[in-house]
């Protein structure tokens, strides 16, 4: 994961203009279509601006469970002047929960989603508890529309780093809660076919996508306001 913040300030500028629901915070998801794109990093560096211009905290949701990538990069440094991960908290916020383990005839109750402060920052970023799976468990993914008014109440921003379409669904599942879904797409990698196939499938389950975010031309990134298909 890198460091992205100096080249995605047009993204912010943009993100930054949606209006909230009034007394909620904004919530925005990042995307691709395919694996490798670098979603991660640009969710990363935008939580990160948020978080400096925040009043209430901004959270970095990483839907990647099994992953954890966000946190990991986070505990590893991936930015140079941004503290490590502090103390651990649950992240059920009372509600419904964004997953499901077992069959839907036979669920087991579960607080497996927790969230860490970075020091210094008005960031929390979320963990899964991959490690109290039990053998049998299946995570399932859940819309849970009180768990997102939940975060919105107590935050400023929502980021949300979603897995890549071709490989996990949680994104899908999500989109409709969010104020905006943003592609990422890398240079020369992900095709107009590629990328119009998943504008329609976030359309389709209830997502509004606000454009694209063109990683790795010439090293930088460059947004697309309209995507244009």
Do not use: C
Request: no cysteine; net charge neutral; charged share 25%.
């Amino acid at each position: 994961m890198r460091d992205l913040r100096g080249d995605i300030t047009n993204v912010w500028r943009f993100a930054s203009r949606l209006a909230p629901p009034v007394g909620e915070g904004r919530s925005i998801m990042f995307i691709a279509a395919r694996s490798g794109e670098g979603t991660s990093s640009i969710a990363a560096s935008f939580a990160l601006i948020a978080a400096r211009q925040a009043e209430k905290a901004t959270w970095l949701v990483d839907l990647d469970f099994h992953r954890n990538g966000a946190i990991a990069a986070f505990q590893n440094g991936f930015a140079d002047d941004v503290g490590r991960p502090g103390r651990v908290f649950d992240a059920s916020l009372r509600q419904e929960q964004i997953y499901a383990l077992g069959a839907p005839h036979e669920q087991r109750d579960a607080r497996l989603l927790t969230v860490r402060q970075i020091e210094r920052e008005k960031l929390l970023v979320t963990k899964f508890r991959v490690e109290q799976l039990q053998e049998a468990d299946q995570v399932r993914y859940r819309t849970s529309p009180s768990w997102w008014r939940a975060l919105r109440k107590a935050s400023d921003w929502t980021i949300v780093d979603a897995p890549a379409l071709e490989r996990s669904p949680a994104g899908l599942a999500m989109a409709s809660q969010q104020d905006g879904v943003i592609l990422v797409v890398e240079a020369d990698h992900t095709s107009p076919e590629q990328l119009a196939i998943a504008q329609r499938e976030i359309i389709t389950h209830g997502g509004s996508v606000l454009g694209a975010v063109i990683n790795k031309v010439g090293g930088e990134t460059r947004f697309i306001e309209r995507l244009g298909l």
